[in-house]
DNA sequence: AAGTATACGGAGGTTGCCTCCGTTTTGCAA
DNA sequence: TTGCAAAACGGAGGCAACCTCCGTATACTT
């Protein structure tokens, strides 16, 4: 349903367009316009919920309300380029922090991060999980994604003995971000404290052999 | 903040108002116009979503807007009264079942009534959720009543020895609404089938002392 | 039977959604 | 550089839903 032309021009990350799709790049003032309106509606979301009135992005935006319609002709687009720009930024964030410092304090950054970014989507949430559900390969894109990043990072630490072997990318992603939605309240202090027990777990059998099975993670 | 006067007029069980309240009782046409948005909501909910519009569900109970919003000053407060008239509905059904056969069936009658009412209400959902979470008297009240009747009809099989006797009503409605939950689609079928599953095992160590413990019920 | 408190109902103001189209800007080519 | 066509902009305006307000109708009281 969404126009599969705008494919992956998110804001950061621009790779050159493929070259076997002749269409012609897209115009300068259309990628900034985008952009613009993805941070805003994100902001926006966060701060006064799924409801906003998207003349209200618009505004905030710096646009009108035409080219808000033009690049996202519904309210569920808006919310899915504002989600996988989201799932982006997480991205990135993982292999800066891998580059600035030990794999498992990364790990344990990337974690809080986490947590801290499904807080902000708090807002979307509503409008997202039907968004998830109805739309298998969207939800599995994303989904795969995240998966990799977790799994670097992971991987990284084992990698220098920090971090224990037996766990895996999705395992982790999902462990988190059950706490994240168990927590339904708007505090997010007690995710990241349960995040930070994870995490400790995590670290626990470390560069031995995995031989102690370990404590099955609790899924709420 | 709902006029704490419209107190328990649902439709059928009119008790006769608390006669320490001198208020004088509300008149004819208020209760019956109360019933008709009531069964009319519940309608439109089922058969159209959580996004009717309101002006749609005072048309099809012939009453007008103004006496919409007088009974119900908000969505919410309409999503609220229909939600307990249907708890109201299951709790009535429970005594009429156990009056009119033996118990293990009338349990096992109730069960599925359960699963078809939550698959009608299933386009309230959206709404009914934040609602129960940000409104815990009213949750606590309504899964209150849900559990004394699931209690009673568990007893009644007890105590006729065709129904193991270690199991509660607070479980039973859990692993129900779980099993309801978690088959997301549409298709009630599914969760019907399960059910079914889960009343046999209520089955399984009846009449017996439950000396052989109970394989634990999964829950999604 | 008359009076009054109460309930009814819909007109209309406000706001948000979305479309349409005249104007502006950009990128390409001569 | 200049011109031009394609692409993008932006807001006016139609539509639909929300909600308020108040004149009218109706049920309970004495």
Known sequence: MVAPDVAVAASEAIE???????????RADAVRNRDLLITSAAAAFAARGADVSLEDIARSAGVGIGTLYRHFPTRD??????????????????????ETMPPDQALAEWMQLFVRHVATKRGMLSLLKPLLSTNPNFSDQTRGRA???????????????????????GDLLRAVGGICMSTDQERSEASERLVGLLF???????AGPAATPPPAAASA
Chains 1, 2 share one sequence.
């Not at 687009?77 to 891998?98: G, N, P, T, W």
């Not at 998966?147 to 990318?169: H, N």
């Not at 400790?200 to 470390?206: I, T």
């Open 16 to 26: 050159p367009a493929d070259p076997a799709s002749a269409d012609r790049r897209p």
């Open 200 to 206: 400790d777990g995590l670290r626990h059998g470390a």
């Open 77 to 98: 687009s808006l919310v899915e380029a504002v989600y996988r720009h989201e799932i982006d930024v997480l991205c990135q964030r993982a292999d800066q922090l891998l």
């Open 147 to 169: 998966t990799a990043a977790a799994t670097k990072l992971l991987e990284a630490g084992v990698a220098a003995g920090t971090v224990r072997a037996d766990v895996d990318g």
